[in-house]
């Protein structure tokens, strides 16, 4: 089972910008693809971004495309997530999920695709 620790949540101003983290572990690491979500009070998880195996390819919401860069480091078994222009919308709780399917050929944009999960980071940002 793969284990997921997300790191790097915090407090950011509006137009600033901060970078998540998720350090995986207990299984190989280019055998799976990886996402973020995210989720704010009241709201459903939605989707943020998504790489797979090698990293070659990213998928991002609409709503975060331009302003997000999601990368994984194989070496260090770490998926990063690279947010920038921060608004108060993006505030929310970010969790990182694996997907092991076709062993990370393929990146999923819903969370029914992922089968593990992180416990979530908080991030919050000032207007």
């Known amino acids: 089972q793969v284990q997921l620790v997300e790191s790097g949540g915090g407090l950011a101003q509006s137009g600033g910008s901060l970078r998540l983290s998720c350090a995986a572990s207990n299984y190989p690491f280019s055998n799976f693809a990886m996402g973020w979500f995210r989720q704010a009070p009241g709201k459903e998880r939605e989707f943020v971004a998504a790489i797979n195996w090698s990293g070659g390819n990213m998928d991002y919401a609409d709503s975060v495309r331009g302003r997000f860069i999601v990368s994984r480091d194989s070496a260090k078994s770490t998926m990063h997530l690279e947010m920038r222009s921060l608004t108060p919308e993006d505030a929310a709780d970010y969790y990182c999920?694996?997907?092991?399917?076709?062993?990370?050929?393929?990146?999923?944009?819903?969370?029914?695709?992922?089968?593990?999960w992180g416990q979530g980071t908080q991030v919050t940002v000032s207007s």
């Open positions: 999920a694996a997907d092991l399917t076709d062993r990370g050929r393929r990146i999923a944009n819903t969370a029914d695709e992922y089968e593990h």
